[in-house]
Structures are given as C-alpha cells and as structure tokens.
C-alpha cells in the first residue's frame, strides 16, 4: 500500500557473474526524486531488532530507506493531523537480494524490524538529526503488522508514547509545523 507523501520504487539490477550494480538514488530521475538529501545513516541490527517509530519536529525531514543486507520489515505511520491519511500506515518488507527503496515525507514516523541477523539499513534523509526536536512513537502502538518473534526494543522506544497517548495530548498539533511537511 502506498499513501500521498510515501514511494516505493525498484531500482534497475544490472546483474553479471560478479554479482550486481544498482542506483538506488540519483538526482532528478523520476521516482526516486524525493528532495535534498543533507545526512545519510545505516544501522547494523541483530534479528528481532525493532527500531522506531521516529519522526522529526525541528527539521522535519523525509527519509528514503533500503536493506543492503539482510531483510527487514519496514513501517511508516501518517502523524500529520491535518492529512486526510492521519493514522494510516504503510508495511513492506525489502531484502538485500531485491532491492527497493522506501521512501516517506516528513510528518512521518518511519522504522523498521530486522528479520535477520547483519541486517543493514540505509537511510537517505532530507534534513539533519535533530534529538531534541525528535518525536518517539512506541513501535507497538501504531496497528503495525510487525511479523512476530522476540522482539528487541530501545529503552528510549521502549518508554515512548503511544501515538494515540499522543494524539490525545495534542502533541502533534502543538509540536510540529505542518506546512512543513507533506
């Protein structure tokens, strides 16, 4: 499922006996034009790692995130109040051996569960990391279908609101400058 403010796109695998080539991201082409990329992150995570919900509220940003190794189940959830898709989410899991690029705008609590051990996640962001001006979601709180097993969660995840604790407290509406975000 895709929702306004989110794409999924496959890049073109140029395979030969050494393996592969792709561009998962290059200025301007089509699909994969989301905006300025200003910080890219990768993770390494152990299998059952459950990282997320995150968004940002000082330098919103939207994040492109792909598996170079591994799988992993990824998740962004709609925090903008003032969307018509407020709530909704989108799931999808992407493997290193297929790769796809997942992208959401800002206003959007992105994370991810690793379903294997070495799984590394890249993220391409659009703004800088901010930890103040970050917003935790409680990964378990947002009808996320995460496939089950152990889960291994963050004490500052694991501590986070819910987003319904959050949307009751009007926290997305005082927080965040929406007109900043999609």
């Known amino acids: 499922m895709s929702l306004s403010g989110t794409r999924i796109w496959t890049p ?6 050494r393996g592969f080539f792709t561009e998962v ?6 699909e994969s034009k989301f905006g300025e990329i200003q910080q890219i992150n990768m993770s390494r995570s152990k299998k059952g ?30 925090c903008n109040p003032e969307s018509i898709n407020f ?10 051996d297929e790769p796809k690029v997942f992208y ?13 051990d070495n799984t590394v996640v890249l993220y391409a962001c ?7 001006g970050e917003l935790a979601v409680h ?5 996320i279908d995460w496939p089950k097993m152990d889960y291994l969660i963050s ?7 819910t987003f319904r604790e959050h949307y009751v407290n009007d926290w997305y509406k005082n927080k965040i400058d929406w007109q900043y975000c999609k």
């Open 139 to 143: 990964p378990l709180s947002a009808d």
């Open 25 to 30: 991201w290059k200025s301007g082409k089509g």
């Open 104 to 116: 959401a705008d800002a206003g959007y609590a992105r994370g991810f569960l690793a379903l294997e």
């Open 155 to 161: 004490e500052k995840d694991h501590q986070a609101l």
């Open 49 to 78: 790692v459950l990282r997320g919900l995150h968004l940002q509220h000082t330098e919103p940003m939207g994040k492109a995130m792909t598996v170079v190794s591994g799988r992993a189940y990824l998740a962004a959830v709609n």
């Open 12 to 17: 073109t695998i140029r395979p030969d006996e």
């Open 126 to 132: 659009t703004g800088r990391y901010n930890p103040v």
């Open 87 to 96: 709530g909704e989410r989108v799931e999808l899991e992407i493997s290193a």
